[in-house]
């Protein structure tokens, strides 16, 4: 912190402001300045939605990226580099949370006060438990089936069909300025980590017979 209590470079000792932004330069020295404690949707200049703008996002992402890339850095001492590494870590963390929409949603719930929830721990719904079952019985059928291509085929189908249904759910959740339903949404998430984790395996019994 500096005399005046704003943040303050950690070379020169300039104020930094404007607090709470993220604030990549000193603008006396230019200095490169550690990562702020800000938010993902904060870091890339966003609300905290779970409708992103995945363009801005995009954007927003290149832009930062390039300022901070340790290839810029490479001559600079030690603190800089530290810093470079530091931010570009972030960045590429945040953005691959906020680019993907079931992390997007699980990280909006974080910051909504809900805690991640452990798969195993989770109380499913009896209904999901019998489709889990089902899902399940049909892919362990199809390594042994006449047509496992045409078998995996169809079984994918159906997952993304039941991951289509659990996303909307999700949008209706989450799509507004804050989260309607949180304890609904932390469900659905569950879900869709199983029927994401069933489409890497279909994939990978897939590769078996080609």
């Keep these: 912190m500096s005399e005046t209590g704003a943040p303050a470079c950690w070379r020169c000792q300039a104020d930094l402001k404007p607090a709470g932004q993220p604030v990549l330069f000193c603008p006396a020295c230019n200095a ?3 990562s702020p404690q800000l938010d993902h949707f904060e870091l890339f200049g966003l609300a905290p939605a779970y409708e992103l703008d995945l363009d801005a996002l995009e954007d927003s992402y290149r832009a930062v990226s390039r300022l901070v890339h340790p290839d810029r850095f490479a001559t600079a001492e030690a603190r800089e580099k530290r810093f470079s590494l530091e931010w570009s ?20 719930l974080n910051l909504s006060g809900v805690p991640s929830q452990d798969e195993s721990r989770t109380v499913m719904d009896p209904a999901f438990l019998g489709e889990q079952m089902e899902f399940r019985e049909r892919l362990e059928e199809a390594r042994d089936s006449n047509d496992p291509l045409a078998a995996l085929d169809a079984l994918r ?34 879900e869709l980590k199983f029927f994401r984790k069933l489409l890497e395996e279909a994939d990978r019994l897939e590769e078996q017979f080609d």
């Design 32 to 34: 490169l300045q550690p």
């Design 157 to 190: 189908r159906d997952i993304r069909s039941a991951t289509t249904e659990r996303m909307d759910g999700l949008r209706t959740d989450l799509g507004g300025e804050t989260p309607s339903n949180t304890a609904s949404a932390a469900i659905l998430i569950q």
């Design 89 to 108: 870590t972030r960045l590429n963390e945040a953005y691959a949370t906020l680019r993907d929409p079931l992390k997007r949603a699980e990280y909006l």
